[in-house]
């Protein structure tokens, strides 16, 4: 199953390398997410959900006409919502996060947005060749499920969001992405999973 994963997650990767107007690379991208939505831990329906949220950040912040939209991001997962970028002002930040809170669906705010400004074109093509590195080495190692893992890099820190099978395979994540050219730090906002409780054996054993 984790072959299956690998392949449709490197169809999608593909997809997004054609036009974007040409109608097959539409349908191949269309087609691909949805696969791959299928075999995360939070599935279709969870993915969508995310996606909504996500939108309806995005447009709260447009509608604010703040310039919120030039200088952060928003990733959500299983509605935890995590901003990332640098602003000019602390109320700038402050209204990003209030501005989060009132989309419906999301059950808590992750706010790594600094006080400050980008780092211009350079630092985000570093961060850009960071994410995608990180990427395809969690894809083709079989002792991650990467199709659970969203990864995002901004000014060399890089935050991973997504579930973890458990403590060992979020390390090793961890550890790849540690090792990486230009990354400062690593910050996991990765739920692992809770095993079942073993269950007790007749007469109190």
Partial sequence: MIRQIRVLVFTLLAATHLGACEPVSMAIGAG???GVAAYQERGIEGVASDTRIKLEILKNWFDANSGLNKNASVEVYEGRALLT??????VLRADAVK???KV????DVLNEITIGTSGGIGELARDTAITAELKAKLTFDDKV??????????AGTVHLMGIAQDKAELDRVILRARDISYVKRVL??????????????????
Avoid: C, F
Wanted: aromatic share 4%; charged share 20%.
């Fill in 188 to 205: 996991s906002h990765v739920r692992v999973k809770i095993k079942d409780a073993p269950k007790q054996k007749a007469n109190g054993q």
């Fill in 104 to 107: 419906e669906g999301v059950v």
């Fill in 145 to 154: 499920l990467a199709v659970n893992y969203t990864v995002i890099t901004t």
């Fill in 32 to 34: 691909a997410a949805t």
């Fill in 85 to 90: 970028g640098a602003m000019p002002t602390e």
């Fill in 99 to 101: 501005l989060a809170w």
